[in-house]
């Protein structure tokens, strides 16, 4: 099974993770509408005002105004993902999001019967992201690095698919522990055939 | 999944005895038997969990009121592993324009059918859409619906009975109750 194969062509990104892409076909499923990685937040900022770090939730169900961040991690392994979260709400009070944890995965699959499929979207088996078939787009025309005057009015300043900045440190450094994990991870992904990210430009890529 | 044929036998915790919940049903009729007097409401059901509580609701309403009952296909009652949409497996028998519309649900936990159906009703043009569940588990909400009556708010829990079910089972049970653990695959 190709998770991605059933999705409208017309707006089915490259996801970072199968779970994404299961969510994605629950939200359509539902006439949910939904973006993926459309906005990036900067959360963290030196001196000079240069983004050290920022977080692009997963989806943004435009309808409803509301940031959908999952993570199918291990819960003791989610203290990053807790700290980004705690960081957006004190600069973005006003922007709404809810983070999914791998234990709110689950219970959606099993709530729909298919928490066999939860393993396999789980944790780092889950993880293939093919390469972003085009750049971040920016929709404000200010550049990345560049801090709001006031974080806590300013908007999201990406748009489009993987927000995320080449440049951000933090970013870098995943870009780390991908290489790391790759073999395993793409060894697992071969094997799941339902993961299967073949016809997709590049292969596939694993984040962290 | 092991059934045993005592369905009491798979619970491991009676959240809600039959006497809190007719005690909350009456209390619910009441309120809405209040709020909507005098104006016409139609009450519709979401099959097939809340049969239990929409027959206990609108024998404890006391003013006019007529029934619907509508159906609609679960994300995980596809046939195939293939996408779609929602469907309206069962629609409404009578128009609700102009009328006031109570939706009757048994749970409301990610709230994503009934943002889907309250989407859908709305193209209707009822006088007024309100929403009446026995159950709230906010813990799992996706999509945040505002409730205009709401029976008990349940922890994250697996519950069953009085029309809540596992596998189509355990809808007869006069209390909700948590499923044992050992009855399905535990999701965490």
């Known amino acids: ?208 | 999944m092991t059934r045993r044929p005592d369905l009491t036998a798979d619970v491991s915790e009676i959240l809600l005895s039959e006497e809190q919940i007719q005690a909350k049903v009456l209390e619910l009729g009441r309120r809405i038997s209040d709020d909507f007097a005098g104006r016409e409401l139609t009450l519709v059901s979401v099959l097939k969990g809340s049969l239990p509580f929409m027959a206990d609701l609108m024998r404890s309403i006391t003013i006019p009121v007529q029934i619907d009952l509508m159906e609609v296909s679960s994300y995980g009652g596809m046939a195939t592993e293939s996408s779609g949409l929602v469907r309206i497996l069962k629609d409404l028998s009578s128009s609700i324009d102009g009328r006031h519309v109570l939706i009757v649900e048994d749970i409301i936990d990610t709230g994503l059918t009934l943002n889907y159906l309250v989407r859908y009703l709305r193209g209707k043009n009822p006088a007024s859409l309100k929403i009446c569940t026995l159950l709230d588990k906010p813990a799992r909400r996706l999509v945040e619906i505002a409730i205009d009556y709401r029976g008990f708010e349940i922890p994250d829990q697996f519950v069953i009975g009085y029309g809540l079910d596992y596998g189509e089972a355990y809808r007869n049970l006069r209390f909700v109750g948590v499923l044992r653990p050992e009855v399905y695959t535990d999701p965490d």
Do not use: C
């Not at chain 1, 019967?113 to 789980?122: F, I, Q």
């Not at chain 1, 200010?142 to 801090?147: C, E, N, R, S, T």
């Not at chain 1, 748009?159 to 991870?185: E, I, K, L, M, N």
């Open chain 1, 1 to 208: 099974m190709d998770l991605d194969a059933d999705l409208d062509i017309r707006h089915a990104p490259a996801f970072a993770h199968a779970s994404e892409a299961e969510l994605a076909r629950i939200l359509d499923f539902y006439a949910v509408a939904w973006e993926y990685e459309p906005h990036t937040f900067p959360i963290l900022f030196d001196r000079s005002g240069t983004v050290l770090e920022s977080f692009s939730p997963d989806f943004y169900l435009t309808e409803l105004d509301l940031y959908l961040e999952l993570t199918t991690l291990k819960q003791r392994l989610v203290r990053k993902k807790n700290r980004k979260l705690r960081r957006l709400r004190e600069l973005y009070p006003d922007v709404r999001i809810k983070l999914l944890y791998a234990r709110d995965f689950r219970a959606l699959l099993f709530k729909y019967g298919k928490l066999s499929l939860a393993d396999a979207l789980t944790g780092a088996d889950g993880q293939t992201t093919p390469p972003r078939a085009r750049p971040p787009r920016r929709i404000d025309g200010a550049p990345l690095v560049q801090a709001p005057t006031d974080p806590a009015s300013a908007g999201p300043i990406g748009h489009g698919q993987g927000g995320r900045s080449a440049d951000d440190p933090a970013r870098r450094g995943d870009h780390a522990r991908r290489r790391v994990r790759r073999t395993r991870a793409e060894a697992r992904a071969r094997a799941a055939s339902r993961l299967s990210t073949a016809g997709e430009p590049g292969g596939m890529e694993v984040t962290a």
